[in-house]
């Protein structure tokens, strides 16, 4: 795990924010993909199926990068998975549907 960096997902605007030695780092993503988080401790945490989509979504768009092939698809609700990416838009959906099926997370059709 990597120290002092901490990566989050949000609504309104894109920001790096340093504090001592820790880096914040805060991604804007669309209002309608904000959405698979649980509370645990005061804090508002993606589930395992939000974390992953946001990184393929974000890689999607060249904003993040990633190894897919490390990824234990098997620890991932499948079916959470599918009933989260029916809120992505479509021509974001197509992008992020192609890497799910290039690096076979999905079945091709």
């Not at 804090?43 to 992953?52: D, G, L, M, N, Y």
């Not at 192609?98 to 079945?107: A, G, P």
């Amino acid at each position: 795990m990597q120290r002092d960096f901490v990566e989050s997902i949000c609504i309104y605007r894109t920001k790096e924010i340093k504090i001592k030695e820790t880096v914040f780092n805060y991604t804007k993503i669309k209002k309608e993909l904000y959405a698979g988080f649980v509370k645990e401790n005061d804090f508002f945490i993606a589930t395992k199926e939000r974390a992953f989509l946001d990184a393929v979504y974000l890689f999607s768009l060249g904003k993040y990068n990633f190894d897919l092939t490390s990824i234990d698809y098997g620890k991932l609700d499948k079916s959470v998975l599918n009933e989260m990416l029916k809120c992505y838009p479509t021509y974001t959906q197509k992008r992020t549907l192609e890497i799910l099926k290039n690096y076979e997370y999905i079945r091709k059709t």
